[in-house]
């Protein structure tokens, strides 16, 4: 080994250039991996807070519905559910609904929101003014907007309504409907009591209701 380091000497000599690039590239090149190795690691993803949970799109609805249905009661339903859905869920609507009114009322395809509240009228409620549909259509599309409209396009004519839409008067029921119709037409209302289609007690009631 004594004179194994010495017999170098000559070699170095000669190849001197070429052995201070080869060492100032060693050089570098440990000094890259020192500097630049840890910048290439991946770096740890960041992970939430003890108790933080990531938001996520609301999933469910909770929509109350009351008035004449089945069951009236606050409802899970999905998103995107509809009117009709919560209807269903409700158990439908029930004989003392107004089906006439909640068919030119309602928009049963319409998309639900969250906290929305549904309200079914009775006969009872149209029939003595709670919802005066006499003189205005309430528009459930949206909630707590109305559309004005005349006295005259609300009434039910008795010359041209349907069976349903007679039975769906206070105290008219499907064998009165049936007799109303039976008895067209009409040139005066009074002729409902005279053709004894309506008893007068019941052509009292109705006067602001009905239509030619």
């Known amino acids: 080994m004594e004179g194994f380091l010495p ?13 201070v690039f080869l060492t100032l590239a060693l050089l570098c090149t440990a000094l890259s991996f020192v500097f630049f190795l840890p910048r290439t690691t991946s770096q740890p993803v960041p992970q939430p807070a003890l108790g933080e949970t990531a938001p996520s799109p609301a999933q469910v ?72 549909e006499n003189k205005r259509v309430l528009d459930y599309t949206q909630p707590q907007v109305a559309v004005a409209t005349t006295e005259l396009q609300t009434r039910i004519s008795v010359n041209s309504a349907t069976p349903e839409e007679l039975d769906s008067l206070p105290s008219v029921g499907a064998k009165t409907a049936q007799l109303i119709i039976q008895n067209r037409p009409y040139t005066a209302l ?4 005279r053709k004894k289609a309506l008893d007068q007690k019941t052509y009292d009631s109705l006067l602001s209701l009905i239509s030619l």
């Open 61 to 132: 609805l909770y929509v109350d519905v009351s008035g004449s249905v089945a069951n009236p009661d606050v409802y899970k339903l999905k998103a995107g559910a509809r009117l009709k859905d919560a209807i269903r869920q409700a158990g439908g609507l029930t004989d003392e609904a107004d089906k006439a009114f909640f068919g030119r009322n309602y928009n049963l395809a319409r998309l639900l929101s969250d906290q929305e509240k549904i309200f079914v009228p009775s006969l009872y409620d149209t029939g003595n003014g709670t919802v005066l």
């Open 7 to 19: 017999s170098l000497i000559p070699f170095f000599r000669k190849y001197a250039l070429e052995t």
């Open 190 to 193: 009074d002729e409902l009591v």
